[in-house]
């Protein structure tokens, strides 16, 4: 194949994955800037409310237990089970807990609420209303579809990589004839032809990464599905024909388990028997963190015996699970801090604009040859005319 062929044909792979892919990545990158900044954006949200900002504890002051929390926040929920406990980051002595059903343990069912640790005491229940922050997570997601949402923007995904790849191949010959950074200003289309091509490849890797990362992110669930069904199926397998548990050990008790066959980290995220490990109903999850930037992002589940409270293994994840639990941070830029959040929000409304010029130069593209078929069909009917009256 000559070389002008190939050019021509990664043009066209080129071409076509961009226009499929661009419309839903210039979603992606529109709900993803505000995302970048959600930690911020909560604070601000929570200052704009008049809400006092949380101290330190006072010294000696004990906190109350974790059983006794849960059973504060099952009060406002008869009936219900708890379902999950979590550690919410920045906010000091503050828990995040889910309750649920006893028999429907449908993860969209749960009741949440944030407790305070230093009284027992609700300071926020969460309701099924969704804010702004809501609207832009569900729809750099999922748009809103679920699992099928978030398989369909990775593929999107795939395609943007693609289209990246093909870039890069069609740029390079195209970039003979002009010195890096040329913007020619003789014709519109042609300086955002040369705004296109030169955003373009300033943003190539972060387009690299954030893409990358975020195909990864969409298998999520598929990957969580498969390491139950793989490894902790294997792991609990002598457990599933015993009955499920009525009673629950003491959290505080398995959480100190915990600390003890993991004392270099620090839990997070505790799991009871039948939320999110859907398929094991007779263990306690207690989920540990590293306590560095980098492990605690790394999560590592120590099993309790949901009734006798007995430790039963920690679990080192695969490798496909540490990858997904490392890409979804760097995609929001959510490693170094602010400085690293605005650099990722400016290559963010780079990318904004590297895609709408993309779509801009395709759609002039379309009323250039728009227009010369209609010039050609009009010197035709011309010249049918003419050729009329001489006869």
């Given at each position: 194949?000559?070389?002008?062929?190939?050019?021509?044909?990664?043009?066209?792979?080129?071409?076509?994955?961009?226009?499929?892919?661009?419309?839903?990545?210039?979603?992606?990158?529109?709900?993803?800037?505000?995302?970048?900044?959600?930690?911020?954006?909560?604070?601000?949200?929570?200052?704009?409310?008049?809400?006092?900002?949380?101290?330190?504890?006072?010294?000696?002051?004990?906190?109350?237990?974790?059983?006794?929390?849960?059973?504060?926040?099952?009060?406002?929920?008869?009936?219900?089970?708890?379902?999950?406990?979590?550690?919410?980051?920045?906010?000091?002595?503050?828990?995040?807990?889910?309750?649920?059903?006893?028999?429907?343990?449908?993860?969209?069912?749960?009741?949440?609420?944030?407790?305070?640790?230093?009284?027992?005491?609700?300071?926020?229940?969460?309701?099924?209303?969704?804010?702004?922050?809501?609207?832009?997570?569900?729809?750099?997601?999922?748009?809103?579809?679920?699992?099928?949402?978030?398989?369909?923007?990775?593929?999107?995904?795939?395609?943007?990589?693609?289209?990246?790849?093909?870039?890069?191949?069609?740029?390079?010959?195209?970039?003979?004839?002009?010195?890096?950074?040329?913007?020619?200003?003789?014709?519109?289309?042609?300086?955002?032809?040369?705004?296109?091509?030169?955003?373009?490849?300033?943003?190539?890797?972060?387009?690299?990464?954030?893409?990358?990362?975020?195909?990864?992110?969409?298998?999520?669930?598929?990957?969580?599905?498969?390491?139950?069904?793989?490894?902790?199926?294997?792991?609990?397998?002598?457990?599933?024909?015993?009955?499920?548990?009525?009673?629950?050990?003491?959290?505080?008790?398995?959480?100190?388990?915990?600390?003890?066959?993991?004392?270099?980290?620090?839990?997070?995220?505790?799991?009871?028997?039948?939320?999110?490990?859907?398929?094991?109903?007779?263990?306690?999850?207690?989920?540990?963190?590293?306590?560095?930037?980098v492990t605690s992002r790394l999560l590592k589940p120590v099993?309790?015996?949901?009734?006798?409270?007995?430790?039963?293994?920690?679990?080192?994840?695969?490798?496909?699970?540490?990858?997904?639990?490392?890409?979804?941070?760097?995609?929001?830029?959510?490693?170094?801090?602010?400085?690293?959040?605005?650099?990722?929000?400016?290559?963010?409304?780079?990318?904004?604009?590297?895609?709408?010029?993309?779509?801009?130069?395709?759609?002039?593209?379309?009323?250039?040859?728009?227009?010369?078929?209609?010039?050609?069909?009009?010197?035709?009917?011309?010249?049918?005319?003419?050729?009329?009256?001489?006869?």
């Open positions: 194949m000559s070389s002008h062929a190939s050019i021509r044909r990664w043009y066209a792979i080129h071409k076509w994955t961009s226009l499929i892919c661009t419309a839903f990545m210039l979603l992606l990158c529109i709900t993803g800037l505000p995302l970048i900044f959600h930690h911020e954006i909560h604070e601000l949200e929570h200052h704009l409310a008049g809400e006092a900002e949380r101290g330190p504890r006072a010294p000696g002051t004990e906190l109350v237990s974790l059983d006794a929390t849960i059973a504060n926040a099952l009060k406002e929920h008869p009936g219900h089970i708890p379902g999950l406990v979590s550690w919410v980051e920045d906010e000091p002595d503050v828990l995040l807990i889910g309750t649920q059903e006893r028999g429907n343990l449908d993860p969209q069912k749960v009741a949440f609420m944030n407790m305070d640790q230093r009284n027992g005491a609700i300071m926020e229940k969460h309701t099924d209303d969704l804010d702004f922050m809501d609207v832009m997570f569900r729809l750099h997601v999922d748009l809103f579809a679920g699992l099928p949402g978030m398989l369909f923007l990775g593929v999107m995904g795939m395609l943007l990589l693609v289209a990246i790849i093909s870039g890069i191949v069609v740029y390079g010959p195209f970039m003979r004839k002009l010195e890096f950074g040329t913007v020619r200003e003789s014709q519109r289309r042609l300086k955002w032809l040369d705004l296109h091509n030169l955003l373009g490849v300033v943003t190539l890797s972060w387009f690299l990464v954030v893409g990358s990362t975020g195909v990864i992110n969409t298998w999520a669930t598929l990957l969580i599905k498969l390491w139950q069904f793989n490894e902790l199926g294997t792991l609990i397998e002598p457990y599933k024909k015993l009955p499920e548990p009525l009673q629950f050990t003491s959290l505080d008790a398995a959480v100190e388990k915990a600390k003890a066959v993991e004392p270099d980290m620090t839990p997070t995220f505790v799991f009871y028997p039948g939320y999110f490990l859907t398929e094991n109903k007779h263990h306690i999850a207690v989920l540990m963190k590293g306590n560095t930037p099993l309790i015996d949901a009734q006798s409270g007995e430790f039963t293994a920690s679990v080192e994840l695969p490798w496909y699970l540490k990858t997904l639990l490392l890409s979804q941070p760097l995609h929001f830029g959510d490693y170094a801090g602010l400085p690293l959040k605005i650099l990722w929000a400016l290559l963010d409304i780079i990318s904004i604009i590297v895609l709408g010029s993309g779509l801009y130069l395709w759609f002039a593209r379309r009323r250039l040859q728009d227009e010369r078929i209609k010039r050609i069909a009009e010197k035709a009917a011309a010249l049918e005319k003419a050729e009329g009256a001489a006869a």
